[in-house]
């Protein structure tokens, strides 16, 4: 059970929460969190880190409220408790080399650990980040802190933003026409790309195979072998 | 040393307690032996078999529903070819009793499924004729009390494992198949499979599932699954393993005083991969705290 | 001035909205018309009668399950002679369509009562073959094709009203009950009445209720009760009113895809007396962003 | 919808909670209380009015954990939201001349208000109240306020304390073998005795049946035409 330390909206429907308490994880994966108490909603939803401070075991969710799971966890107040189990999933691999990094809309959430740990993996590396919105920023200022570069793009296609001819690896987390997008455009350039993947979930262990995938390497699940991808592997899974 | 209140034998097989991870919410083990100690579970029920393997259904597989969820995995399933040679000796270095789960889309399908999993060193055959996720078969062998009972001999007859055929609660009848199964020689029944239900995505005007239909599971179902165990545990000699819903201690309780002499927990496992180490904890506090020799001793009270 | 895009004819009965107060859980309207607009709804169905009324069931009556309830109520009412004197002119001056549930301990009651409805100024008579919570009788005629047949054929040579036949989910074949009652001359099919169910009370090692099973209701069927209503609504011609579960203007607008061209809303209310009226909101906000003429439009689509 | 303003333990496992918003109710009437948001508990918790105060429209709620449904508005914080119906149930007649109060553990919170009214409707009334506890008391404080004598019976028989030959009418509110024995004190000094009763509810208005009991004047229903009877009526009931 952890506990809830801060929960307050940084934009219209999308909060920011801080609990201490989950087991720590890494970028990329994700914890399934949980009001307790209830069997409706009865399923955890898979949430993604946004930042895990191993100092202070505080672990930073960020997320859109979209129904009764989220709407929930939108109403708890500091020094309620929620149940985080994770953290789950294999994360992001950290490339040597340069790094871009591309978030649309919530999938920056998971983008900002991203950019912490490549920083502190090489504090030398350039690392560039392009953030997508609808029509609101959020989390742009935190990435200053880890990124050479952050360039905003609200109303339009953050991947037409980036130059994947680069020498860099590409990391993508958004939805799946970004996704698409950024695949279509890695592919062209030869480049080097990871996405992050979105799938119902029920057990977030892979044990349900509720969330499988076909992939060149056969059947994977998003939520064990996942949710990040060699794009090369998931290309029709997007 | 005082005895193990919560031992109990099925189908000749020693359970440390009768505590069971049900068939396609368990895997194989690999999963959660990584996040809990699955060693002091009753037994683990292996993912639904069937004969070459499938990929299972596409589109939407798990879906939410009040207390409860949908699903239409549609036995995805590496082959008992696979089980047999990897996944069953796997699951014995676990700790808990083996049973592996039989589905098929044919009878020459489950006869040589069962034909196989005789080279696999499991503890008991759980013949599933309840899956309602697969279009040939599945569910459809459960249905009626004939050809419950036909599979059921068949597959008898082949295999040198205990089989405890698990019951669809989508039959007409269920009882009757209940008691043909019985007749037809099954060791054991196990119920309920998924519930046949539905689910409807508004804004795109269309079944959320690619089957229409999928399996309800879950404690939405519990009262439901209750009312079935106890109709069919009063009606059979042979055991009963009930599942539908548990959650708690106490819901487990109320199966087995219904006539069950072991449980299934499946869909609370993914709300809660700590719930059946929970149950059995509780279980245990029961005995102790009601003077229990052993927990048996409740079972079929009601 | 626009058309009403909710409105709708059932068996000939014009009403102002899909959504129905169900059997049972409304009472004869005078206790919620005390807290909410029921003016607004489309319908209300009376509690369900029989001839002589009854006291009901001892014991335990309602009972909280996940996302769900169970009732043994067992039919308590006035009686059909009461209704007719005293509450079906009531439940005219409320302003919905007015429907009287008629229950039944043996062939005889239910023609006696369906002669008394006659002398009652009502729209509809909703034949109530399912409830679960009455020994003899109720449920009973609901199993199987044949008495459900028998009983709307004799049912519908005395009713000068239009009778829809209300659904038990646990019949064995329920698509084959509601051909079987489509044939009889049934002008309507109301599902689901509720599902059977089991409660225990653990520490005190009995059957919550005095009838050991009771009726399950409320969320936790939905799914289940959703893939009934798109069955039978599929299998017959006359229109279907769906129930199960429903707690929302979402909700709703499943079942009217699945092939419902109305709605019964129960247990909801008991947890939020205005449910209905956001339901009929909802369904008017639906129409006006989809652009529909009528929601009839979407009945069936699925 | 009510919201949340005061939500704190006053005894083990048993709590005091202020809402405000709640529609106004009286001595003896009940609240179906529930947590918005969720389908899990579904159904209202009958929770009487312990106190409403017309001036600032807050309605106070003293509740015990016993399950699910309790144990979640414990968790409740200020601020949050909790769905609130009412106010249900006929309530206590205020009949004129003396009264003693009769509260056994939890049936205690409903007699607060009652000697609230009673005393407003006639300041110089006698008003004795008795209350018994299991273990430790509550709201006993509060009671000084109102009433001419409160008298305390911690692990005995609070219905032994009474004098029901007194000329006076009497209240009780409290589990089912408390009742039991006022009744026949009462039957036996021929006293007036208003007795609230509980039973499983689901609808908390009269519509479901799910409450209804033998009285001498035909079946009733506790939740509408209850919770408080005269004895005489109900007395198999109980
Ligand atoms: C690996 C992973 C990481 C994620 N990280 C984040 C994050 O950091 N921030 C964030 O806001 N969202 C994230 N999501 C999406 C998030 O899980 C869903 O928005 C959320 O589950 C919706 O729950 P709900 O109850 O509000 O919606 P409902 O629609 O009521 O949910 C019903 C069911 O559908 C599932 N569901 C609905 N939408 C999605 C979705 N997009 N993806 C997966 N399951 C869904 C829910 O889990 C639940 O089981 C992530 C999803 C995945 C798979
Ligand atoms: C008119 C009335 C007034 C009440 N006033 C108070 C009060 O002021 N303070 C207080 O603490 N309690 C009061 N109660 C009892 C209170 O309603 C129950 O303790 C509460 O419903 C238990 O809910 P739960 O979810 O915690 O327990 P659970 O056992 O999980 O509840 C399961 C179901 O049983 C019902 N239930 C369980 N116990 C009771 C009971 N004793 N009476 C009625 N229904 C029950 C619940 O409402 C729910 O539907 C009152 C009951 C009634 C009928
Ligand atoms: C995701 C999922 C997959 C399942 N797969 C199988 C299966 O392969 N074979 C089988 O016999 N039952 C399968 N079941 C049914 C469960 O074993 C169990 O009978 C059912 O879920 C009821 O129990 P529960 O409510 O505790 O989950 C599956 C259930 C779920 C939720
Ligand atoms: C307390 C209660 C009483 C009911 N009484 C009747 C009845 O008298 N007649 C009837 O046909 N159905 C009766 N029902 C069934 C409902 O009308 C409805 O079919 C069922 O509850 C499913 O709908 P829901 O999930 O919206 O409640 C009753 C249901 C409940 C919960
Ligand atoms: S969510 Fe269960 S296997 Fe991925
Ligand atoms: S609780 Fe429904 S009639 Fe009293």
């Known amino acids: 059970m952890a506990e809830v330390i801060q929960n307050e909206p940084i934009a219209n429907g999308i909060y920011r929460m801080v609990v201490s308490g989950a087991p720590l994880g890494r970028a990329g994966q994700f914890h399934m969190l949980r009001m307790p108490g209830t069997l409706d909603p ?9 930042e895990a401070d191993a100092k202070t075991g505080e672990t930073t969710f960020v997320y859109q409220t979209v129904g009764r799971g989220t709407a929930q966890f939108a109403r708890l107040l500091p020094g309620q408790e929620i149940e985080a189990q994770g953290a789950y999933g294999n994360g992001f691999p950290l490339i ?68 994947f001819s680069r020498k860099a690896t590409f990391y993508a987390c958004g939805p799946s026409p970004m996704l698409r997008a950024a695949v279509i455009a890695a592919e062209q350039a030869n480049a080097s790309l990871f996405v992050s993947l979105e799938k119902h979930m029920a057990c977030g262990v892979g044990a349900c195979l509720g969330c499988t995938c076909q992939t060149t390497n056969g059947r994977k699940r998003v939520c064990k072998d996942g949710p990040v991808f060699d794009y090369r592997e998931v290309q029709d899974a997007i | ?184 020689g099954a060791d054991a029944l196990s119920l309920v499979n998924t519930f046949l239900g539905m689910a409807i995505d508004v804004k795109k005007k269309r079944a959320v599932f690619e089957n229409v239909y999928a399996g309800l599971s879950g404690p939405a179902i519990l009262p439901i699954a209750l009312r079935m165990v106890h109709q069919v545990a009063h009606a059979v000699q042979i055991p009963v393993v009930g599942m539908g819903g548990i959650t708690s ?32 904890d509780g279980l245990a506090d029961y005995c102790t705290s009601e003077g229990l020799q052993n927990l048996q001793e409740i079972v079929g009270i009601i």
Chains 1, 4 share one sequence.
Do not use: W
């Open chain 1, 42 to 50: 009865l399923l955890g939803r898979p949430i993604s880190i946004c």
């Open chain 1, 96 to 163: 040597a080399g340069n790094a871009v990094l591309i978030g649309g809309g919530i999938g920056t959430a998971p983008m900002l650990q991203l950019a912490k740990e490549l920083r502190a993996d090489a504090p030398s590396r350039r690392i560039d980040v392009y953030l997508g919105f609808r029509e609101e920023a959020y989390l742009e200022e935190a990435f200053t802190r880890y990124a050479d570069s952050v360039t905003l793009n609200i109303g339009g296609y953050v991947v037409s933003d980036v130059n």
């Open chain 2, 1 to 184: 040393m005082p005895s193990n209140p919560l031992a109990l034998t099925l189908c000749g097989v020693a359970l440390n307690n009768p505590v069971i991870a049900a068939s396609g919410t368990f895997g194989f083990g690999h999963e959660y032996a990584q996040i809990m100690d699955v060693s002091r579970l009753g037994a683990i029920c292996g993912k639904g078999l069937t004969l070459s393997g499938s990929a299972g259904n596409r589109g939407m597989r798990v879906y939410e529903t009040p207390s409860g969820m949908l699903n239409s995995i549609g036995l995805e399933n590496p082959g008992v070819k696979h089980f047999v040679e990897h996944e069953a000796s796997y699951m014995r270095t676990l700790g808990p009793a083996v049973i592996a789960n039989l589905g098929g889309h044919c009878e020459e399908d489950y006869l040589e499924g069962a034909r196989l999993l005789n080279g696999a060193d499991i503890d008991i055959l759980e013949l599933n004729i309840s899956c309602p996720n697969v279009k040939a078969g599945g569910m459809a062998f459960g249905m009626l009390p004939d050809t419950a009972a036909d599979i059921t001999k068949k597959v008898k007859a082949i295999s040198k494992h205990p089989v405890m055929v698990k019951l669809s609660p989508n039959a007409p009848d269920l009882v009757a198949v209940a008691r043909a199964c019985e007749h037809a």
């Open chain 2, 249 to 280: 201690a106490e819901d487990a309780l109320k199966f087995l005083m219904a006539g069950a002499v072991a449980v299934q927990v499946g869909t609370m496992t993914f709300a809660n991969p700590n719930a059946m180490l929970a149950i059995i």
